[in-house]
Every structure is written in C-alpha cells, then in structure tokens.
C-alpha cells in the first residue's frame, strides 16, 4: 500500500560517542534491466531511546512500507526515479538525502556499418543508457541462436573477414537476462555470384532436329543484374537472360556452353557441355523406308511364283520313220495348292 507524504528530515543532532540518525545506502546508483528484479538496500543507526516505530522507502510523492531491502520486480521505465529512505520514530522522523538513483534500461544492438562486403569486418556493441557494471557478461545471437564462442565480458563483438554466411539478424542479451534480448538488427552482405549452376531441359538425350532449354541458376547479393550465354570458342555472345533455348538443334550446335552472371559486385561463369546425337530421327526414317521397300519386293516375288505355278497346255511332236510326222496332242492338268 501507499502513501503520499511530504518529505521531511528531522534534525541530524546526538553527542559525541553516541548513535545518531544514519541511513547508508549500499549503492547510491544503481542501473537495471526493463523487466528484470532489482534490490535498493541500506543500513540505518539511530540515536538511543528513539526507536523506529516505522520505515519506509519513497519516491516521487509514494512510499512503501519496507524494510531496509526494497524488491522491485518487473521493471518498467517508469521505475526510474529517486528513492529515500525513512524512519518514523515517537520522537520525530528522519530521512536521508540525496538517496538512491534507480535507472531501468534496455539493452540496444548498435552495428557498424550494417551493410558490409565480403571480408570487411563488422562491429556490433551491445549498449545501455547506464552503466550496467564491470563484471557483466554479454551473450551474442544470430537468427535467435546463441552464438558459440561469443559469450564474454566485452560489449563488442567484431565480425573479421566476413563472408555472405555472416549475413541475418543480431541480437544480444545480459548474462542472467537471456529473456531480455535487444531488437534485432540485420547484417547485410554484398557478393558477387557464386553458386552457378546450369539446369537442362527436357532431360535425356539430346537428338538432332530437337530443341533444348538451359536455365542458369546462381547466388548473388545483390541479385544478379545480368545473365550471358557464350559457346566455347566463339568470341560474340549467344544470348542474354536467364534461359537460353536452342530450336530445332543440330549436330554443330555440340560443344562447350558456358553462362556468365554478373552484379555490381563482380562476375562468375559456369561451363555445360552438350553432345548432340546425329542422324538419330534419319535412322529411323531409314529403318521405315527399308521396311516398306522389303514388304513391296514380298509382294511383288509372290506375284512372279503365283504366275509360275498356274496350269498350262504342252504340244509334243512325233516323227516316224517315214519322216511323215504324225502329230499327237497330250493334254496335262495339273491344280497345285499353295
């Protein structure tokens, strides 16, 4: 519960060897996390015969009714103020001046810069609007996973040589206070192209008279501006884009292709190799036309043995001895079946 008192300090009066009104505060500042606990304690002496009958701890016009350990939990930016303690006796009240400085705070990301090339290097600095202590210790975090390696007692941590897998979002937290991350802040990373790859569609052999589809595919920050497809010793380009098509291929299309990417960063090319299958779709052609001329030539030797085999009429001549001739007709039949 609270009060609103007006502040008053009674006389700091005693004789020499006694105890006077005496309020010593552990720390006179005292620098805390947003949403962490915070203990403000002190000590107090008073002079004999004036008991405390009450303390209390206030600040701002509301006080508290404490011992000499006041627990703040949950901190909120709001808690910032002054806080003094007091002692209400019969005899009067008492309280200390200037008291304790409380001062909640969260912790911020700084980075510089925040957009770097490979191997630049990167800082980042985990900063507070109060001084958090010596002894504190700082825990490093990317995409939400600790670091390893990072935790230490330092309030900066230097990215060397960075490379495009330093690149996503860091935070930092104080040891004790995993939960109490700053917001996050974005590393950004500038590379040329990497990672070139070349797709080619459809899959299978590639044959004469066909067509054929390549897909250059490729990692770049940022991305990549232009794509160039070049053949193997030739000293023009073939094409520009991502995807280069070939219609209607032929056998002197066969060789060496290559794509280049390129950004502002820089350029790089990948090689793929097309071996084209000649004469494939002829050969086939061919077989049909063998087939036809084979099946024309069954039926024209079946034609010539049907016409050998039909039946026919035979004159024989006989001469006798007289050299009359005498003629005698022999007429054969002859059906065959096939």
Known sequence: MFWYLTDHRSPAVCAVGQNCWRVIYAKRSICALKGSSVDISCTYTYPHGHIPKDTFWFTQGKSTKDDCTLRIKDLK?????????RLVTAEGKY????????????????MNPMSVSEREMAKLTCTANCRLGDNTAFIWYKNRQAIPNSHNYSNSLHLCQVSSE???????????????HSPEVTL???????????????????????????????????????????????????????????????????????????NEMGAKNFTVRLIIVSGE?????????ITVVALVLILLFSFL??????????????????????????????????
């Open 95 to 110: 309280v200390s001046s200037p008291g304790v400085y409380l001062t909640v705070t969260y912790v911020l990301l700084e």
């Open 281 to 289: 779709k002829n050969s086939i052609n061919i077989a049909v036309g």
């Open 188 to 262: 950004t990373v500038r590379y040329k192209p990497k990672n070139i790859s070349v797709s080619i569609g459809p899959s299978g052999k590639i044959v004469e008279g066909s067509s054929v589809t390549l897909t250059c595919h490729s990692d770049a920050n940022p991305p990549v501006q232009k794509y160039t497809w070049y053949k193997r010793n030739l000293n023009t380009s073939k094409e520009s884009g991502q995807i280069y098509r070939i219609i209607n291929i032929r056998s002197e299309d066969s060789g060496e292709y290559y794509c280049e990417a390129q």
């Open 166 to 180: 330093d690149a996503g979002s860091y935070s930092c937290a104080v040891e004790g206070h995993e939960n109490l």
């Open 305 to 338: 043995w049907f016409r050998k085999r039909a039946p026919k009429s035979t004159d024989t001549r006989d001469t006798a001895e007289d050299g009359q001739g005498v003629y005698n007709r022999h007429v054969t039949s002859e059906l065959t079946c096939l």
């Open 77 to 85: 930016e709001s808690d910032s103020a002054e806080y003094k303690f």
